[in-house]
């Protein structure tokens, strides 16, 4: 997309197998495409994800759900989800499985008697951050952060990679066709998607049951789940479904996003020492209170926003307009798919100068930052597990500067592959050093 806005301008079409759309690229006519988006926004729907649960006769959740039926699941998840008050009860929940994760890598480092541990840190992140969704939502733990990993968490998570890597070759076909070719990549898709929905549906029966038989303590946050079912606004099978999304969402998400901030930190040793005392200082004034360090981590809020700039989980943003939108001189009619292309955005050296550089400063600087920051999208239609996925990666940094020195062995150039999210196109290999 970057080479295509280059080769036709800041605003091009273009036709996607049976789709068409319209792509932008500067942050003002995304502002223009959002403010115009109305209170049902619709993004493109993937349709290998769509052909699959109407293949097996799935409910929708917010992911897929449109019109009135998404807005009243969406605001009472936002209630559970996404609410301030809320939120702040998911700080002691994540911290506890960061510590974890320190645990186990001091171990490690105890194990290779080199005083270091380097790795490719793809599964251990994969685990850590099914682990901290899987808190949140079931207020349980799994404890995959031990030596031993239970074979249905690990099944969950390859299913959920190999659903993100079955998607992207069958993206722009329409759903009716996906099932009547049926071809190996469909039926990879439909196993992985059968995998996510049966190990989900265990960890929502085990609540179920444990709330049932009063099992569940009501001292302490009970979990999404928990909340939800006991709030009894939303029927049981559209929690369900909703709280399956979520939980496939939020593996492959965080941690690469996590993988990548690592890897610009090491890259760059005077911003993670920068980022380092901050937190340390933090952690001083707080006296150790992780909520109280939240509010005061600057930069390294914006860190995982420069790291998100120029690594994006989504390639686009997509809305269809309601009614007619003008971008520069152009006149979009109604019904039309819209492209955002975020991640050509992020590398624009007319929005970001020197985008090459990974400068979380530029985000604290004066200056207009409107539309720049989209990551996770916009409106009442971004993302709904953006505050857990901000609290996760934010707990997780500040626990892993505390403790260790992240460090890379080699200058590889590690370029971005697309999987259906964005994803490395090798493997990264880093070092973690106690201080
Ligand atoms: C939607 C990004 C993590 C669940 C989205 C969208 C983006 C996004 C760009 C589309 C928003 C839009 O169209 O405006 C990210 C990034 C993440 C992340 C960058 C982490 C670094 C998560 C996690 C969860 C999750 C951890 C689950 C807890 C969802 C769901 C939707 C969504 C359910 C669809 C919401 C709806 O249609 O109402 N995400 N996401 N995401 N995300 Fe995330
Ligand atoms: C993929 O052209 C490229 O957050 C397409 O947690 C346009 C498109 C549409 C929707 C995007 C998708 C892209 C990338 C992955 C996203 C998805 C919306 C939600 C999803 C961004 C850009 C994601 C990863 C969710 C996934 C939840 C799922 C596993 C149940």
Known sequence: MARKFQQFGPIYREKLGVYESVNIISPRDAATLFQAEGTLPERFSVPPWVAYRDFRNKPYGVLLKTGEAWRSD???LNKEV???????GFVPLLSQVGEDFIRRARAQVEKSGR????????????????????????????????????????????AVSLMFHTTSPMLYLPPALLRHLNTKTWQDHV???????????????????????????????MGILCNLIMRDKLPLDDIRASVTEMMAGGVDTTSMTLQWAMFELARAPGVQEQLRAEVLAAKREAAGDRVKMLKTIRLLKAAIKETLRLHPVAVTLQRYTTQEVILQDYCIPPKTLVQVGLYAMGRDPEVFPKPEQFRPQRWLAAGPKHFQGLSFGFGPRQ?????????????????????????????????????????????????????
């Not at 404890?143 to 239970?150: H, I, S």
């Not at 992240?406 to 200058?411: D, F, K, N, P, V």
Request: proline share 4%; with cysteine; hydrophobic share 45%.
């Open 115 to 158: 005083d270091q541990w380097t790795a490719d840190f793809t599964h251990e992140l994969f685990r850590f951050a099914l682990e901290s969704v899987c808190h949140v939502l079931y207020g349980e733990r799994l404890g995959l952060l031990q030596d031993f990993v239970d074979p249905d968490a690990q099944r969950f998570i390859d």
């Open 82 to 88: 996404l609410s301030p008050q809320v939120v702040e």
């Open 191 to 221: 196993q992985a998607w059968d995998a996510i929905f049966s190990q989900a549906d265990k960890c929502i029966q085990n609540v179920y049951r444990d709330l049932r038989l009063q099992r569940k303590s009501t001292k302490e946050y």
């Open 383 to 435: 993302c709904l597990g953006r505050r857990i996925a901000e609290l996760e990666m934010q707990l997780f940094l500040m626990q892993i500067l505390e403790n260790f020195k992240i460090e890379t062995m080699r200058a590889v150039e590690i370029g971005t592959k697309f999987d259906l999210i964005l994803i490395p196109d090798k493997p990264i290999y880093l070092t973690l050093r106690p201080l």
């Open 74 to 76: 969406r605001l009472m």
